[in-house]
């Protein structure tokens, strides 16, 4: 199975600040990469799929680039409702899986 | 309104048996793939397995192969988690969630989890 890493697992930067966080596929996956946003007791969010594409409604200061193995998620100036954990999966195939999240706090 | 509604929380004793239900709404439930998703207390997002309602066709990640069972009636647009004896390892939120369909040039791929329930809280304790 096609293990999914995520860097790193939790960061804290003040407001404005650009955040960028990494995922690592252990096997090429060309572009199959989601990124989720879960806030703090609350449902999974789609923000990006197929590694850059933005989900409607999702705020222009989230970008997500990448492509094989290496991916990242970028917030260009972080915002107080960014408080969440962020994770990526891959769907080219089953197992779909989870990167083990990054906790993003605010400074 | 394209939405997935998840049955109310649980609290069971180990042992005990429990299905857990995603009623789908709001597009062609036999069309797409649904998931389910555990998060166990204060813990990440783990994939379980996967079901498509068409043809009941399923997937399990191996570590829950074997511990629960995924199904779906599709003459109600429900999917199912099921477990015949609990443990106390299994309290966690499990969400269900569709996989989306991306369609260009006449054909379409699996893309990610577009939708997701409300989540089913399970609590397993002696």
């Known amino acids: 199975d096609i293990h999914m890493t995520q860097s790193p697992s939790s960061l804290s930067a003040s407001v404005g600040d650009r955040v960028t966080i990494t995922c690592r596929a252990s096997q090429g996956i060309s572009n199959f990469l989601a990124w989720y946003q879960q806030k703090p007791g609350k449902v999974p969010k789609l923000l990006i799929n197929?590694?850059?594409t933005l989900q409607s409604g999702v705020p222009s200061r989230f970008s997500g680039s990448g492509s094989g193995t290496d991916f990242t998620l970028t917030i260009s100036s972080l915002q107080p409702g960014d408080v969440a954990t962020y994770y990526c999966?891959?769907?080219?195939?089953?197992?779909?899986?989870f990167g083990q999240g990054t906790k993003v706090e605010i400074k | 309104e394209v939405q997935l509604v998840q049955s109310g929380a649980e609290v069971k004793k180990p042992g005990e048996s429990l299905k857990i239900s995603c009623k789908a709404s709001?597009?062609?439930?036999?069309?797409?793939?649904i998931g389910w998703v555990r998060q166990m207390p204060g813990k990440g997002l783990e994939w379980m397995g996967i079901?498509?309602?068409?043809?009941?066709?399923?997937r399990y990640r191996p570590s829950f192969q074997g511990q629960v069972t995924i199904s779906a009636d599709k003459s109600i647009s429900t999917a199912y988690l099921q477990w015949n004896s609990l443990r106390a390892s299994d309290t966690a939120i499990y969400y269900c969630?569709?996989?989306?369909?991306?369609?260009?040039?006449?054909?379409?791929?699996?893309?990610?989890?577009?939708?997701w329930g409300q989540g089913t809280m399970v609590s397993v304790s002696s």
């Open positions: 709001g597009y062609i439930f036999t069309s797409y793939w």
């Open positions: 999966q891959k769907y080219n195939s089953a197992p779909l899986t």
């Open positions: 969630a569709r996989q989306s369909l991306y369609c260009s040039g006449g054909s379409c791929q699996d893309d990610a989890f577009d939708i």
């Open positions: 079901i498509y309602p068409g043809d009941s066709d399923t």
């Open positions: 197929a590694a850059s």
